[in-house]
T-cell receptor, first 113, second 113 residues
Framework: DAKTTQPPSMDCAEGRAANLPCNHS???????VYWYRQIHSQGPQYIIH???NNETNEMASLIITEDRKSSTLILPHATLRDTAVYYC??????????????FGTGTRLQVTL | DGGITQSPKYLFRKEGQNVTLSCEQN?????MYWYRQDPGQGLRLIYY???????QKGDIAEGYSVSREKKESFPLTVTSAQKNPTAFYLC????????????FGPGTRLTVT
């Protein structure tokens, strides 16, 4: 699976949009981009994933560049409860198999008043 | 409530003892996973199982063993052969055969002294 590069930390003011970047320049055609977050001492929480089109759900939006070498997770109105470590993961899937995820060290997002 | 349960939340053992961590899911997922997390690090895959009575080694399987006798259960045994067993252990499950998200349990923090 391709590796990802994320900034180690970011700050965001409450109520503003948080834009978390991720580089995955070696991504291959059948690999998806996943985003998870982990609040301190809890299990990771799935946020969103996509292949090539932009995706939106109730939590966030995922913008993937046309060449698929980078993506941005957008939390449109960050709150204090969004303070967490955010992981960008690239993973392929195959019929009948489990999806293995490789976690890096992620981006620590601090939302402040 | 559907989800993944791990017990206990905290576990203390003496060096040289084997210990088994419990993971149960009622999501009817075929695939289950065990990860280990060390302080300040991302998650690393220990073992995963795509279906009952089948499991595969992940990236750091040495010193660990698993079984998958029932669809809903995937216990992990940390053996005395594991050199640095103190860590946060996370179990997850997912549907298989496509780009499905993983659902994580709350984790078990194991301390071996």
């Amino acid at each position: 699976d391709a590796k990802t590069t994320q900034p180690p930390s970011m700050d965001c003011a409450e109520g503003r949009a948080a834009n978390l970047p991720c580089n995955h320049s070696t991504i291959s055609g059948n690999e998806y981009v996943y985003w998870y977050r982990q609040i301190h001492s809890q299990g990771p929480q799935y946020i969103i994933h996509g292949l090539k089109n932009n995706e939106t759900n109730e939590m966030a939006s995922l913008i993937i560049t046309e060449d698929r070498k980078s993506s941005t997770l957008i939390l449109p109105h960050a709150t204090l409860r969004d303070t967490a470590v955010y992981y960008c993961i690239v993973s392929s899937t195959h019929p009948g198999t489990a999806s293995k995820l490789t976690f890096g060290t992620g981006t620590r997002l601090q939302v402040t008043l | 409530d559907g989800g993944i349960t791990q017990s206990p939340k905290y576990l203390f053992r003496k060096e040289g003892q084997n210990v088994t961590l419990s993971c149960e899911q009622n999501l009817n997922h075929d695939a289950m996973y065990w990860y280990r997390q060390d302080p300040g690090q991302g998650l690393r895959l220990i073992y995963y199982s795509q279906i009952v009575n089948d499991f595969q080694k992940g990236d750091i399987a040495e010193g660990y063993s698993v079984s998958r006798e029932k669809k809903e259960s995937f216990p992990l045994t940390v053996t005395s052969a594991q050199k640095n067993p103190t860590a946060f252990y996370l179990c997850a499950s997912s549907a298989s055969g496509g780009a499905y998200e993983q659902y994580f349990g709350p984790g078990t923090r194991l301390t071996v002294t």
